[in-house]
């Protein structure tokens, strides 16, 4: 059965530092296409960081230099170190498994809520 598990999330003060996991089971990690995605009330879900099977990543322009996506293949498990948080990263943040054409489907976590306040 094909899992990914968020945690990590929580509340946090403007500035602070936050590292969310996800940890994945029932797919060939090894060869994912891992992203972060997160939604804010009232907005559409967007694209946070991605990073490839190779390594490769890429990031939001709202997150670039503060957030950086790894992945630990024995472990199975993404993380997402943010920094520098701000109000505006407040969100529901979602790992998500690309697709693998004819191999594979797309598969999303369940979320982890982040909130950035004093």
């Known amino acids: 059965q094909v899992q990914l598990v968020e945690s990590g999330g929580g509340l946090v003060q403007p500035g602070g530092s936050l590292r969310l996991s996800c940890a994945v089971s029932?797919?060939?990690?090894?060869?994912?296409?891992m992203d972060w995605y997160r939604q804010a009330p009232g907005k559409q879900r967007e694209v946070v960081a991605t990073?490839?099977?190779?390594?490769?990543?890429n990031y939001a322009t709202s997150v670039k230099d503060r957030f950086t996506i790894s992945r630990d293949n024995i472990k199975k498990t993404v993380y997402l170190q943010m920094n520098r948080l701000q109000p505006e990263d407040t969100a529901v943040y979602y790992c998500?498994?690309?697709?693998?054409?004819?191999?594979?489907?797309?598969?999303w976590g369940q979320g982890t809520q982040v909130t950035v306040s004093s």
């Open positions: 029932g797919i060939n990690f090894r060869i994912a296409t």
């Open positions: 998500h498994k690309d697709q693998i054409l004819s191999l594979s489907g797309e598969y």
């Open positions: 990073i490839t099977n190779s390594g490769s990543t």
